[in-house]
């Protein structure tokens, strides 16, 4: 990281940040993936967690067309939210550029972070590639 940080204790702004230059995760010598802030593995609680670069595509998990929406997207459904494994991570966000038909289990993504339409907060989102 670019300012001098240990990897673990990198906030969640600073990975967002992180993803416009590809992404990273961290990852223990027991190769256990997770996401910052993180201070020891949640597998296994070891301390020494390195910055490994996230995968540039990731594949759809699972994922839900949301119809009823909490205010803060209300204004945007349907929409879908998706999680989407990155080699040892799984991350969580809502899918941009696709229907909810061309979504299915296994669908490739990229992932981006953008801005929320209705609040201005920033958003993970997933993107076909």
């Known amino acids: 990281m670019s300012d001098g940080a240990p990897a673990?204790?990198?906030g969640y702004?600073?990975?967002?940040d992180a993803l416009a230059g590809g992404g990273y995760y961290l990852s223990c010598p027991d190769g256990h993936g997770s996401l910052p802030p993180r201070r020891v593995c949640p597998e296994c609680g070891d301390d020494a967690l390195s910055e490994e670069p996230l995968p540039e595509t990731g594949e759809v998990v699972t994922f839900s067309e949301v119809?009823?929406?909490p205010?803060?997207?209300a204004e945007q459904t349907p929409y879908v939210?998706?999680?989407?494994?990155?080699?040892?991570v799984r991350l969580?966000?809502?899918v941009r550029g696709l229907d909810a038909d061309d979504v299915e289990i296994g669908t490739q993504v990229g992932v981006d972070v953008t801005r929320n339409e209705t609040?201005?907060?920033r958003l993970l989102v997933f993107r076909a590639t």
């Open 71 to 73: 205010p803060d997207f």
């Open 81 to 88: 939210t998706a999680v989407v494994a990155f080699g040892p």
């Open 8 to 10: 673990g204790d990198a």
């Open 13 to 16: 702004d600073e990975w967002a």
């Open 119 to 121: 609040t201005g907060n």
């Open 67 to 69: 119809h009823v929406a």
């Open 92 to 94: 969580t966000g809502i």
